[in-house]
Protein backbone atom coordinates (compact mmCIF):
# COMPACT_ATOMS: atom_id res chain seq x y z
CA UNK A 1 0.00 0.00 0.00
CA UNK A 2 1.48 3.25 -0.78
CA UNK A 3 2.10 5.56 2.15
CA UNK A 4 3.18 9.23 2.47
CA UNK A 5 4.36 11.04 5.94
CA UNK A 6 5.17 14.03 6.44
CA UNK A 7 6.94 15.42 9.38
CA UNK A 8 6.49 17.57 11.86
CA UNK A 9 2.99 17.69 12.24
CA UNK A 10 2.82 21.38 12.91
CA UNK A 11 5.85 23.98 13.05
CA UNK A 12 6.56 27.00 14.68
CA UNK A 13 9.28 29.19 13.59
CA UNK A 14 10.22 32.55 14.46
CA UNK A 15 10.23 35.28 11.24
CA UNK A 16 13.85 34.40 9.35
CA UNK A 17 14.26 31.10 11.10
CA UNK A 18 14.90 28.72 8.42
CA UNK A 19 14.11 25.12 8.83
CA UNK A 20 12.46 22.38 6.78
CA UNK A 21 9.70 19.85 6.22
CA UNK A 22 10.04 16.14 5.42
CA UNK A 23 7.95 14.07 3.03
CA UNK A 24 8.90 10.40 3.27
CA UNK A 25 7.22 7.79 0.98
CA UNK A 26 6.81 4.37 0.00
CA UNK A 27 5.19 3.40 -2.81
CA UNK A 28 5.13 0.93 -5.86
CA UNK A 29 6.14 3.06 -8.66
CA UNK A 30 6.78 7.10 -8.38
CA UNK A 31 5.28 9.07 -10.82
CA UNK A 32 6.34 12.22 -9.60
CA UNK A 33 6.22 13.92 -5.82
CA UNK A 34 4.44 17.24 -5.62
CA UNK A 35 4.46 19.98 -2.94
CA UNK A 36 1.40 22.26 -2.56
CA UNK A 37 0.87 25.15 -0.11
CA UNK A 38 -2.97 24.65 1.49
CA UNK A 39 -4.27 28.57 3.55
CA UNK A 40 -7.05 27.56 5.75
CA UNK A 41 -10.34 26.89 3.74
CA UNK A 42 -8.95 27.43 0.57
CA UNK A 43 -7.75 25.40 -2.59
CA UNK A 44 -4.22 23.71 -2.23
CA UNK A 45 -1.47 25.67 -4.38
CA UNK A 46 0.69 24.17 -6.62
CA UNK A 47 4.24 24.73 -5.56
CA UNK A 48 6.46 22.18 -7.10
CA UNK A 49 6.96 18.48 -8.78
CA UNK A 50 10.06 16.30 -8.59
CA UNK A 51 10.32 13.29 -10.85
CA UNK A 52 14.07 11.86 -10.00
CA UNK A 53 16.22 11.45 -7.24
CA UNK A 54 18.94 14.21 -6.64
CA UNK A 55 15.99 16.66 -8.57
CA UNK A 56 15.96 20.29 -6.87
CA UNK A 57 13.45 23.29 -7.19
CA UNK A 58 13.29 26.62 -6.34
CA UNK A 59 11.13 29.54 -5.63
CA UNK A 60 11.29 32.65 -3.39
CA UNK A 61 12.23 31.15 0.06
CA UNK A 62 11.12 27.64 -0.66
CA UNK A 63 13.82 24.99 -2.22
CA UNK A 64 12.24 21.04 -2.61
CA UNK A 65 14.73 17.96 -3.28
CA UNK A 66 13.94 14.62 -3.68
CA UNK A 67 15.66 11.18 -2.89
CA UNK A 68 14.54 7.54 -3.28
CA UNK A 69 12.86 7.61 -0.39
CA UNK A 70 11.80 11.46 0.36
CA UNK A 71 11.68 14.31 -0.03
CA UNK A 72 12.35 18.37 1.54
CA UNK A 73 10.99 21.37 1.49
CA UNK A 74 13.09 23.80 2.57
CA UNK A 75 12.38 26.98 3.72
CA UNK A 76 14.78 29.93 4.20
CA UNK A 77 14.39 33.40 6.39
CA UNK A 78 10.72 32.60 6.14
CA UNK A 79 8.09 35.81 6.50
CA UNK A 80 4.40 35.60 8.25
CA UNK A 81 3.43 35.58 4.96
CA UNK A 82 4.36 31.79 4.66
CA UNK A 83 2.17 30.07 7.22
CA UNK A 84 -0.02 27.57 5.61
CA UNK A 85 -0.22 23.91 6.06
CA UNK A 86 1.89 22.33 3.07
CA UNK A 87 1.27 19.29 1.45
CA UNK A 88 3.06 16.31 0.12
CA UNK A 89 1.71 14.23 -2.90
CA UNK A 90 2.77 11.39 -4.84
CA UNK A 91 1.00 10.02 -7.76
CA UNK A 92 0.97 6.05 -8.41
CA UNK A 93 -0.28 4.12 -11.51
CA UNK A 94 -3.41 2.61 -10.47
CA UNK A 95 -4.38 0.72 -13.45
CA UNK A 96 -6.31 0.92 -16.73
CA UNK A 97 -4.19 4.46 -17.60
CA UNK A 98 -5.15 5.95 -15.15
CA UNK A 99 -2.69 7.94 -12.05
CA UNK A 100 -3.90 9.21 -9.07
CA UNK A 101 -2.25 11.21 -5.91
CA UNK A 102 -1.82 10.25 -2.72
CA UNK A 103 -1.46 12.96 0.19
CA UNK A 104 0.43 13.08 3.42
CA UNK A 105 -1.37 14.62 6.49
CA UNK A 106 0.44 18.12 5.88
CA UNK A 107 2.48 20.03 7.80
CA UNK A 108 1.13 23.06 9.77
CA UNK A 109 3.49 25.91 9.30
CA UNK A 110 3.03 28.92 11.64
CA UNK A 111 6.13 31.93 11.61
CA UNK A 112 5.74 34.09 13.99
CA UNK A 113 6.97 37.76 13.31
CA UNK B 1 -3.48 30.82 -16.80
CA UNK B 2 -3.79 27.98 -13.98
CA UNK B 3 -7.14 28.74 -12.57
CA UNK B 4 -9.90 26.62 -11.66
CA UNK B 5 -13.27 27.92 -10.86
CA UNK B 6 -15.51 26.44 -8.24
CA UNK B 7 -19.47 27.66 -7.57
CA UNK B 8 -20.84 27.86 -4.64
CA UNK B 9 -18.11 29.23 -2.38
CA UNK B 10 -20.30 27.93 0.56
CA UNK B 11 -23.34 25.94 -0.02
CA UNK B 12 -26.31 24.80 3.59
CA UNK B 13 -28.44 22.14 2.09
CA UNK B 14 -30.78 19.58 4.52
CA UNK B 15 -30.93 16.15 4.08
CA UNK B 16 -33.41 16.52 1.20
CA UNK B 17 -32.23 18.70 -0.91
CA UNK B 18 -30.91 17.71 -4.26
CA UNK B 19 -28.15 20.63 -5.35
CA UNK B 20 -25.28 21.04 -7.42
CA UNK B 21 -21.36 21.89 -7.08
CA UNK B 22 -19.63 23.22 -10.19
CA UNK B 23 -16.52 23.16 -11.42
CA UNK B 24 -14.91 25.19 -14.39
CA UNK B 25 -11.67 25.40 -16.56
CA UNK B 26 -10.72 26.96 -19.60
CA UNK B 27 -6.91 25.69 -19.60
CA UNK B 28 -7.65 22.86 -22.50
CA UNK B 29 -7.28 20.36 -19.37
CA UNK B 30 -8.72 16.79 -20.40
CA UNK B 31 -8.64 15.28 -16.84
CA UNK B 32 -10.89 16.54 -14.38
CA UNK B 33 -11.12 15.37 -10.64
CA UNK B 34 -13.41 15.65 -7.55
CA UNK B 35 -11.46 15.69 -4.19
CA UNK B 36 -13.38 16.27 -0.34
CA UNK B 37 -11.50 17.40 2.72
CA UNK B 38 -12.66 17.30 6.48
CA UNK B 39 -11.44 19.43 8.58
CA UNK B 40 -7.36 19.21 9.74
CA UNK B 41 -7.46 15.76 6.97
CA UNK B 42 -5.05 15.86 3.47
CA UNK B 43 -7.59 16.08 0.66
CA UNK B 44 -8.97 12.22 -0.72
CA UNK B 45 -10.07 11.31 -3.98
CA UNK B 46 -13.64 10.79 -4.99
CA UNK B 47 -14.04 11.06 -8.85
CA UNK B 48 -11.75 11.28 -11.97
CA UNK B 49 -12.58 12.14 -15.58
CA UNK B 50 -10.12 11.79 -18.58
CA UNK B 51 -11.22 12.83 -21.81
CA UNK B 52 -14.85 13.45 -20.68
CA UNK B 53 -14.74 9.77 -19.22
CA UNK B 54 -15.03 8.90 -15.56
CA UNK B 55 -11.72 6.66 -15.07
CA UNK B 56 -11.32 6.37 -11.63
CA UNK B 57 -15.00 5.87 -8.96
CA UNK B 58 -12.78 5.70 -5.29
CA UNK B 59 -16.36 3.95 -4.19
CA UNK B 60 -17.71 6.83 -3.42
CA UNK B 61 -21.51 6.68 -2.05
CA UNK B 62 -24.29 7.13 -4.61
CA UNK B 63 -25.74 10.32 -3.06
CA UNK B 64 -23.03 11.71 -5.22
CA UNK B 65 -23.04 11.76 -9.01
CA UNK B 66 -20.67 13.41 -10.71
CA UNK B 67 -20.62 14.85 -14.37
CA UNK B 68 -18.93 15.80 -17.18
CA UNK B 69 -21.40 17.82 -19.89
CA UNK B 70 -17.53 18.99 -21.89
CA UNK B 71 -14.16 18.85 -21.29
CA UNK B 72 -14.24 22.25 -19.40
CA UNK B 73 -17.15 21.53 -16.81
CA UNK B 74 -17.51 18.74 -13.81
CA UNK B 75 -20.49 18.85 -11.84
CA UNK B 76 -21.20 17.27 -8.62
CA UNK B 77 -24.56 16.00 -8.56
CA UNK B 78 -26.15 15.92 -4.43
CA UNK B 79 -29.42 14.04 -3.06
CA UNK B 80 -29.73 12.76 0.30
CA UNK B 81 -26.45 13.67 1.65
CA UNK B 82 -25.97 13.38 5.19
CA UNK B 83 -24.40 15.06 8.20
CA UNK B 84 -20.88 13.54 8.04
CA UNK B 85 -20.66 14.56 4.69
CA UNK B 86 -19.98 18.20 5.68
CA UNK B 87 -16.36 19.01 3.88
CA UNK B 88 -14.49 21.40 1.24
CA UNK B 89 -15.28 20.11 -1.69
CA UNK B 90 -12.12 20.25 -3.74
CA UNK B 91 -12.15 20.20 -7.91
CA UNK B 92 -8.80 19.96 -9.67
CA UNK B 93 -7.81 19.42 -13.40
CA UNK B 94 -4.78 18.62 -15.10
CA UNK B 95 -3.54 18.62 -18.88
CA UNK B 96 -3.31 15.20 -18.94
CA UNK B 97 -4.20 12.65 -16.41
CA UNK B 98 -0.30 12.13 -16.18
CA UNK B 99 0.17 15.69 -15.40
CA UNK B 100 -0.12 18.44 -12.10
CA UNK B 101 -3.15 19.19 -11.18
CA UNK B 102 -4.47 22.45 -10.05
CA UNK B 103 -7.25 22.68 -7.70
CA UNK B 104 -10.20 25.32 -7.33
CA UNK B 105 -10.79 27.37 -4.13
CA UNK B 106 -13.21 24.96 -3.00
CA UNK B 107 -17.38 24.83 -1.95
CA UNK B 108 -17.47 24.85 1.82
CA UNK B 109 -20.28 22.44 2.17
CA UNK B 110 -22.34 22.22 5.54
CA UNK B 111 -25.66 19.41 5.82
CA UNK B 112 -27.93 19.86 8.25
Known amino acids: EDQVTQSPEALRLQEGESSSLNCSYT??????LFWYRQDPGKGPEFLFT???AGEEKEKERLKATLTKKESFLHITAPKPEDSATYLCAVRTYSGAGSYQLTFGKGTKLSVIP | DTEVTQTPKHLVMGMTNKKSLKCEQHMGHRAMYWYKQKAKKPPELMFVYSYEKLSINESVPSRFSPECPNSSLLNLHLHALQPEDSALYLC???????????FGPGTRLTVL
Open chain 2, 92 to 102: ASSQENTDTQY
Open chain 1, 50 to 52: LYS
Open chain 1, 27 to 32: VSGLRG
